[in-house]
């Protein structure tokens, strides 16, 4: 029977498509602080997860891994 | 003039990834300008561009991790890999005084590699096909940005757009602003990425590029010329501030100067009088009114060539030209800097490279077919925009 990927391990996925570190991925990682990542990669990495839904204000509040999963999950 | 001196030189060029590549070129009068290959240029009647070879490619911007290069355009990966070179060719440690270093760029299109497919994505599959690198990628102080990210630099920084004469105001406003106590060190030179189907249209409207895909400036074919990437950046710093760090200066640049005309008439008889005076003011700053060498600005057409050669000879009488374009192509706004590393590389070699693809000199001073083997002190360098700025500087042995 096929599986459902989480919304982390699909996160998880994504970020490693876009040139992370697999190692340095947590849930607490903070996204602009560990990772490196900026506001416009955070775009393109929610553009490949929730296509059109990349709204920038409501990015603002998106600062780990974990509240990127909750973003994405409140979506759904 | 300024007691500033050039202490470092980097670059990413069509044939060449560091100086010795290409000094090599230039002294052979080995071109890399060649069909182009990245898009149908059916269409286009210049066919013909300078761009890096795969090996170039892999030996500088491949160097950056594809997550570096997707956040910006191929221009500032050229800049960003340059100005490396050039700070690792100076021996500046990554600890140098952040607040105390910056950059000058010179740049005259901006880069559109990554907004192009873009815009067609936007028409063709909706807003969310737009890369949001966009935001930080296109513009022409993009370059500046991401060497001062990348090297954690604060200090005082510009980005000069003045047509093909950018990096002539890079370099010599950034001496200036050096010699000022502005900055102890900067970051100064041009980069150009032109070969992408947009920015290539405008350079095929501007009506600059060779019809029959050939740069032979100085020639009396001479009929426009080809285009080319890339980027050079050179390290500009006070004479003390390098001898208190042990660095060995390449050079001094001793004299700047710069005028603007009316564009219609910068590549014409009144732009000879102008230029013929601007080189004047620039050798006057550096107490001279000798050269053992110019590089000429080298638009590659019969009135704009015998303009340029007539504001020389009504200046400096006999004097050998060259310059390094053809090899490279023409790098537009960063094609000062490619200049002012070939004469760093004069003055180091005591050599004068020939003009590549110059066969019927109209000037009996071209040096054409071998390097001319003089001792070499002093260098004129000349720049034109085609927005009517006209440049020139003197760069001068230690």
Redesign the interface.
Known sequence: MATTKSTYDQVFDVLVE???EPSEITSGAVLRGDLGV????L??IV?QLA??K?DGKALKSVETVADLVAFLENLA | MTGTVITGIGLALPGASDADQLWRSVTEGRSAVRPIERFATDSYPCPNAGFLAEETERETIGTF???VR??MDRFCQLALSAARSAKGDAGLAPSADADRTGVYMGNMFGGWEITEPSLRGLQQR???AV???I??AWFPTAPQGQITIGNGLTGFSKTLVADSASAALAIGYGARAVAEGRADVLLAGGAEAPVTPYTYTFCTTSGRLSPTGTYRPGDDQADGFCVGEGAVMLVLERDETARARGAVPLARLAGFAVRHVPEDEVFGPSGSSALAAVLTAALDEAGTDRVDCVALDAQGTSDADESELSAIRSVLGPVPLTTAKPVTGNLLGAAPAVDAAVALLCLRHGTIPPVAGCRHPRDADIVVSTPLETPVRTVALLARGADGTIAASVLRAI
């Open positions: 876009v040139g992370l900026d506001s416009a990669e775009v393109e553009n296509p059109g990349a | 991790t594809p997550r997707k956040r909706g807003y969310t890369s949001p690198h935001a930080s």
